[in-house]
C-alpha cells in the first residue's frame, strides 16, 4: 500500500445516525479525493479536495453529505443522518499535486459502511 | 451518465497467454487515462497510465494502447500470470480536474494456470 491510511476500516451505522470516515493522506500530498463505490458498480467520483478548499465537489449529493481537509490533520467525510443507500465503500486518494505525468492518485484500503 | 465504459464485465485466460481489456470514453475533453488493479476488500492499485499525447506506453508485462479517434484503450497483460487474477478498471480525467477520474466499472481477470 503506498500510505493513504483510512479508518475505520468498516462502520456500522443505524438509519439517521452520522458517520464520519477519516483519511490521512500520503506525507508530501496536499490532494485529496474521495469516491464511493456501489456493489457492482466502478467508483464515483465525489469530492476534491485541498488544504482548507474544496477544489471540486460536483458529485457529492445535495444534501447530508460534507467533506473537509483542514490546515492540521486527516480530511474528513461527513454523512448526516445515513440511510439504506448510503452502504457503500468509500475511497479516498491522495496524490503530490494537481496532476502529473510522473505521478499518480495512491488509494487507500477504504471504509465499509453498512447502514442498518 | 457512464462517461467510460468496459464492456467486458469478466474475461478468462490461461496463464502464458496474452490478457487484452479493453475500454471506451465518450468524453472527448478526456486527456489522461489510467488502468487500476483491484482486489476484493482492498483499495485499487495504480498500473499503467497514457497522455493523450502519447498512443502507446509500456511499464514490464503491461501495456496500454490508446485509439484517440476511437475513443478507446486498451491494456495488454503478456504474459499473463495467476497474480494478475484481479479487477481491473479504466480511469480518465480531463484537463484541470486533477486525479478527479471518471472510471469504469471494472473487468474481472481470471487467469487459469
Known amino acids: 500500500n503506498a500510505g493513504v491510511m483510512q479508518n475505520p476500516r468498516h462502520l456500522v451505522r443505524r438509519r439517521g445516525q452520522e458517520a464520519r470516515l477519516r483519511c490521512s493522506p500520503m506525507k508530501g500530498h496536499s490532494h485529496v479525493y474521495w469516491y464511493r463505490q456501489l456493489p457492482e458498480e466502478g467508483l464515483k467520483f465525489m469530492v476534491y479536495l485541498q488544504k482548507e478548499n474544496i477544489i471540486d465537489e460536483s458529485g457529492m449529493p445535495k444534501e447530508r453529505f460534507s467533506a473537509e481537509f483542514p490546515k492540521e490533520g486527516p480530511s474528513i467525510l461527513r454523512i448526516q443522518q445515513v440511510v439504506r443507500g448510503d452502504s457503500a465503500a468509500y475511497f479516498c486518494?491522495?496524490?503530490?499535486?494537481?496532476?502529473?505525468?510522473?505521478?499518480?492518485?495512491?488509494f487507500g484500503q477504504g471504509t465499509r459502511l453498512t447502514v442498518v | 451518465d457512464q462517461q467510460v465504459k468496459q464492456n467486458s464485465p469478466s474475461l478468462s485466460v490461461q496463464e502464458g497467454r496474452i490478457s487484452i481489456l479493453n475500454c471506451d470514453y465518450t468524453?472527448?475533453?478526456?486527456?489522461?487515462f489510467l488502468w487500476y488493479k483491484k482486489y476484493p476488500a482492498e483499495g485499487p492499485t495504480f498500473l499503467i497510465s497514457?497522455?493523450?499525447?502519447?498512443d502507446k506506453n509500456e511499464d514490464g508485462r503491461f501495456t496500454v494502447f490508446l485509439n484517440k479517434s476511437a475513443k478507446h484503450l486498451s491494456l495488454h497483460i503478456v504474459p499473463s500470470q495467476p497474480g494478475d487474477s484481479a479487477v481491473y478498471f479504466c480511469?480518465?480525467?480531463?484537463?484541470?480536474?486533477?486525479?478527479?477520474?471518471?472510471f469504469g466499472k471494472g473487468t474481472s481477470l481470471l487467469v487459469t494456470p
Open positions: 486518494a491522495s496524490s503530490p499535486n494537481r496532476r502529473d505525468q510522473n505521478t499518480e492518485a495512491f
Open positions: 497514457i497522455s493523450s499525447i502519447k
Open positions: 480511469a480518465a480525467s480531463a484537463t484541470g480536474s486533477g486525479y478527479a477520474l471518471n
Open positions: 468524453n472527448s475533453m478526456f486527456d489522461y
